[in-house]
T-cell receptor, first 112, second 112 residues
């Protein structure tokens, strides 16, 4: 079975802190994604990566950056956390082509 | 604008009843995904609908796609409590599945 692992289930950070969210997948997938999930808004794509060191902006990239130094790992970085970034963050991965996404269990981030 | 709308947003139904969740989308696509999310858990893929007229069934759930109407339905037959979850549809507008657009989700509550 595909496993997508997010390093933290819950995180509490202060406004202005730099925050790292880590995601690792074990199925050699080319594509990795970061979504945020907010009530009433569904899932919105922040960034995705289709190869090592490659990244593309999603629909809401402002205030975020990403890093993909190794194929299995995709990091989401909040350079200076703000309260409006309090959300559930979901990492996902998939093979090339139009296959389905496999999701991690999510990180609930609270920025105080 | 690329939009995916689900309705209803919330559905409370009794065990044994039938109901349908609707997913409308704003522009041409020939691939649509359905996911399920249990409370506090991540998203799990249910169906991938690949073309106009596609129908997929698993257990008490049946999904269909009408690309001309830009509509997908998720039909629940003889609901059971275990189906209580939030259901999301997601549309591939890019043709590459690199940027899925998710609906807001339908929270289904099946009562005894």
């Amino acid at each position: 079975d595909v496993k997508v692992t997010q390093s933290s289930r819950y995180l509490v950070k202060r406004t202005g802190e730099k925050v790292f969210l880590e995601c690792v997948q074990d199925m050699d997938h080319e594509n990795m994604f970061w979504y945020r999930q907010d009530p009433g808004l569904g899932l919105r794509l922040i960034y995705f990566s289709y190869d090592v060191k490659m990244k593309e902006k999603g629909d809401i990239p402002e205030g975020y950056s990403v890093s993909r130094e190794k194929k299995e790992r995709f990091s989401l970085i909040l350079e200076s956390a703000s309260t409006n970034q309090t959300s559930m963050y979901l990492c996902a991965s998939k093979t090339g082509g139009r296959e389905k996404l496999f999701f991690g269990s999510g990180t609930q981030l609270s920025v105080l | 604008e690329l939009k995916v709308e689900q309705n209803p947003l919330f559905l409370s139904m009794q065990e044994g009843k039938n109901y349908t969740i609707y997913c409308n989308y704003s522009t041409t696509s020939d691939r649509l995904y359905w996911y399920r999310q249990d409370p506090g858990k991540s998203l799990e893929s249910l169906f991938v609908l690949l073309s106009n007229g596609a129908v997929k069934q698993e257990g008490r759930l049946m999904a269909s796609l009408d690309t001309k109407a830009r509509l997908s339905t998720l039909h629940i037959t003889a609901a059971v409590h275990d189906l209580s979850a939030t259901y999301f549809c997601a549309v591939d507008f890019t043709g590459t599945a690199s940027k899925l657009t998710f609906g807001t989700g339908t929270r289904l509550q099946v009562t005894l």
